[in-house]
């Protein structure tokens, strides 16, 4: 059985073939403007909302949510229907919403820091299963009367690891969400390939790259991907994009204390940044249980900042947002165990529970 956002147009087409022609079309509405499951669609006949409810269940079923202590995270663990887990976290600025949306269940690239690495490789998430998580948000969000304003795929999973879904799923999220190309971002460790076959996309999405290391030798042990595709190899894909698209770069830098925060890393870094007039986005590394090292401390975060802004570089120091949830990514999964709950609970608002935990 298919799940409400696994259809596409056609496919919704030939579930309601004994419908008037406009059925099909006021339903994809529903499902993508609306962000209203079926039974919400008081536009429809009760007894067709009946029928697609149970003939369009969700692929997410909530196992567990939390909320950080200032209201403002919020991170869902998802059970899907073969059992695997992904995470989606909802954050609240003062000027916009933005949604973290996993593209795989687990992560084959291991990462030596990131808690989904260590937790390894499930499945490929489908187009559908990426944007019912954006939906979801966008649910919560307009409820809490914002609007979801920015898709970031920066949660579980490698996205161009799974690059046919998850173009799919941002041609969607575009087209039928309504979100700009340029609010959508796309992350990625350096899957090289998956970079160069962006680039010749219509759309011009936001790409971030996850650095961590602007030396082979360090990034070798952190990134092992980068044992495939090398810092000159990344670097000069990441040149072509620019070329290609004229979007805005930005490099991830997960700040790790005593590993990669001292001044030559800074002018490495710098070094590769400053030419291809990339953002750099400094993140002091939230703990995670299998990862001895922790991240670097607030003094040194802002020497390491100044020095690149010295450097000429625009950079960023990110907050970390809702460690008191475990919100980076792969915690919660790692973290809570026991079988889901049960299927059919709508993705729409439950009482918040400040103070963090699951």
């Not at 649910?139 to 690059?163: C, K």
């Not at 999405?205 to 996850?210: G, H, I, K």
């Amino acid at each position: 059985m298919p799940s409400a956002y696994e259809l596409d147009r056609d496919g919704l087409a030939a579930l309601l073939a004994d419908q008037p022609a406009y059925r099909s079309h006021q339903v994809w509405r529903g499902l993508h403007e609306g962000l209203r499951r079926p039974a919400e669609m008081t536009d429809l006949p009760p007894a067709l909302r009946r029928r697609l409810e149970e003939a369009l269940p969700p692929a997410l079923d909530e196992v567990t949510r939390s909320v950080s202590g200032d209201g403002r995270t919020l991170k869902w663990l998802w059970g899907l229907p073969d059992g695997a887990r992904v995470e989606t976290v909802l954050m609240h600025y003062r000027d916009r919403s933005t949604v973290c949306v996993s593209s795989q269940a687990g992560c084959a690239m291991g990462c030596s820091f990131c808690a989904t690495g260590q937790g390894g490789f499930t499945r490929q998430l489908s187009s559908g299963e990426i944007v019912e998580q954006v939906v979801a948000a966008g649910r919560v969000a307009r409820l809490g009367g914002r609007r979801l304003t920015n898709v970031v795929f920066m949660g579980m999973g490698e996205p161009l690891a799974n690059y046919d879904r998850v173009w799919g799923a941002v041609t969607r999220i575009h087209a039928d969400l309504g979100l700009s190309a340029r609010h959508l971002t796309i992350s990625t460790v350096g899957v090289v390939p998956g970079i160069r076959r962006l680039a010749g996309e219509d759309l011009p999405v936001n790409l971030a790259v996850s650095l961590h290391a602007a030396r082979d030798e360090l990034r070798d042990r952190l990134v092992p991907l980068n044992r495939r595709y090398p810092l000159g190899a990344l670097i000069a894909a990441c040149r072509h994009y620019l070329v290609a698209k004229g979007r805005r770069l930005s490099f991830e830098w997960a700040l790790i204390d005593g590993v990669n925060d001292t001044d030559t890393d800074a002018d490495e870094l710098a070094g590769i940044a400053r030419p291809l007039g990339a953002h750099v986005n400094l993140i002091p590394l939230n703990p995670t249980p299998g990862y001895p090292s922790v991240g670097t401390p607030p003094q040194r975060v802002a020497s390491f900042a100044g020095r690149l802004r010295d450097a000429g570089v625009n950079a960023t120091v990110r907050r970390n947002r809702g460690t008191d949830i475990d919100a980076a990514c792969g915690q919660l999964a790692t973290r809570v165990a026991g079988p889901t709950v049960p299927r059919g609970r709508p993705a729409g608002p439950a009482p918040a529970r400040h103070g963090g935990g699951g």
